[in-house]
């Protein structure tokens, strides 16, 4: 794969300027721009859905096994491009290139994992009731997928989202983040280079102002069957009214709000460096961050302390390609301004500063540590997406549980715990899709990736990511 930038939209396997112009992408870490790229327009929407309901007559056809061959073929493009890849993806995302090189590598696996369970699509003899009848299902594609993704994962949810739909059997129409569509169209130069035959993967990236248009023309078309969304709660029950008119098949990954719990019987050093990684992986801005840290109070003076030290220790700010550096901009001003009012609003209220809480240059925002926080305040009651960590103090076990149960987000909570009957008790009663036990990094393409409540509803990745690309057919035969 070259190292030039695909600046155009990806449409029925050709390479096109879209309707609408272009639009500027920019490095949030310098502000420079670094492209313009194809504004598509709902005409160039209605065009790639045309060319995916297309090739799906084809490549439904193909067996699992072939379609496997080509889902392998874009692990490998992945895998083998993954330094032009992540490169591309610091500088229009932000995060540092060690982080980026992880996440193509993430996007990969699931090609490599849907590749097989592809395979595995089985279906069922179903025992008759009646002498006279047989029964059987069969799994089949549900026809050509929108995918929606956000900017804080270019590739990965992208990645998550193709592997599963391609290996069903499913076309797919790609709408990008507006300040990440480089890295979705890098991804569809090594589909391109993999082999996937024209139509099958199409990438549409738009501007903001365009988004909602487009979102619109994905959401009404009747030859999109199935929609699949990362992002933010508001926009998530936005399409979910919009899809109301051709019931599609929908699966949505939404916000956050996870709980951090440190018991009593933590190992505080294992709890710290849990902290660190479920709050600033990212600059803090992913769904699964550590949102609202409960600390014991009999513990709660020693986590601070260790966990100041290792901000202090092993954070370093700046640009993503600079060697060392793991603590990276916020994505654009818009989320930037949200961020630094919600812990302004906190501090005024009474939050205390331990470490940063003041902005830095640009875009950059400090590692900020504050304690005294209560739940009445803007960090500890809505998504923070940004290198915040809100300390709240608890007592007792009862009393933590329901009031990081209040929340009307479920994706993934963690907590901490050497008492082997508090964990299950915990696990089982947080209301979360997800639960990490003296474990911060839960995803990986293996696990059903997905929350409950406000969070969402479907399951991305394991044995039943497919199951939002997939019909059951139930077929009788009389004998
Ligand atoms: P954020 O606020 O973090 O940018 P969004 O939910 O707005 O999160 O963005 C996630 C994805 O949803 C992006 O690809 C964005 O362009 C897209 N998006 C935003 N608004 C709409 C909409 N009305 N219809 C379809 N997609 C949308």
């Given at each position: ?474 077929i009788c035969f009389g004998v």
């Open positions: 794969m070259s190292q030039a930038l695909n600046t155009n939209a990806f449409i029925a396997g050709s390479w096109r300027r879209g309707a609408g112009g272009v639009f500027p992408v920019y490095d949030p870490a310098s502000g420079a721009e670094i492209a313009q790229v194809a504004d598509c327009t709902p005409d160039d929407v209605s065009a790639a859905v045309d060319a995916a309901s297309e090739a799906f007559n084809t490549w439904r056809l193909k067996g699992p096994k072939e379609r496997a061959a080509i889902l392998l073929k874009i692990r490998d493009g992945l895998n083998n491009n993954k330094e032009t890849i992540a490169t591309i993806l610091t500088k229009e995302n932000g995060k540092p290139k060690g982080e980026a090189m992880g996440e193509v590598g993430f996007a990969a696996s699931f090609f490599e994992w849907f590749a097989e369970e592809g395979r595995r699509q089985y279906g069922e003899t179903v025992p008759s009731p009646a002498a006279s009848k047989r029964m059987i299902t069969v799994r089949q594609p549900v026809g050509v997928a929108a995918l929606i993704t956000p900017w804080n994962f270019p590739i990965g949810m992208i990645g998550r989202k193709v592997a599963a739909a391609l290996a069903a059997g499913c076309t797919c129409v790609v709408k990008p983040a507006e300040d990440t569509p480089l890295t979705a169209l890098a991804f569809a130069k090594v589909c391109e280079e993999a082999g996937v035959p024209a139509g099958v993967v199409n990438v549409v990236p738009c501007s903001r102002s365009r988004v909602q248009a487009v979102g619109a023309a994905l959401c009404d078309s009747p030859k999109v069957q199935a929609l699949s969304f990362t992002g933010s709660t508001i926009v998530g029950k936005w399409l979910y009214q919009r899809c109301g008119s051709t019931i599609k098949k929908l699966s949505l990954e939404l916000g956050g709000d996870a709980p951090f719990i440190v018991f009593s019987s933590a190992n505080i050093g294992k709890a710290v460096e849990g902290a660190m990684a479920a709050k600033f992986r990212n600059t803090g801005q992913t769904c699964v961050a550590a949102n609202r840290i409960f600390v014991h109070e009999s513990v709660h003076d020693e986590f601070v302390k260790q966990f100041a030290e290792a901000i202090d220790k092993e954070l370093k700010s700046g640009h993503g390609l600079e060697n060392g550096v793991n603590h990276g901009p916020i994505i654009n001003q818009r989320q930037f301004e949200r961020l630094v009012k919600m812990t302004d609003e906190s501090i005024a209220a009474g939050a205390k500063v331990v470490r940063g809480g003041k902005p830095g240059g640009g875009l950059f925002y400090p590692p900020t540590l504050l304690t005294g926080v209560s739940g009445d305040m803007p960090v500890a009651k809505e998504e923070i997406f940004g290198p915040v960590a809100p300390i709240l103090k608890f007592r007792e076990e009862d009393e933590v549980v329901r009031i990081a149960n209040t929340s009307d987000m479920g994706l993934a909570g963690y907590f901490y715990t050497n008492d082997i009957a508090q964990a299950w008790r915990v696990a089982e009663a947080l209301e979360v899709g997800m639960v990490g036990v003296n474990e911060p990094m839960v995803s990986t393409c293996e696990i059903p990736f997905g929350g409950v409540k406000h969070s969402g509803l479907g399951k991305e990745g394991s044995l039943h990511g497919l199951d939002d690309y997939t019909n059951i057919k139930y």
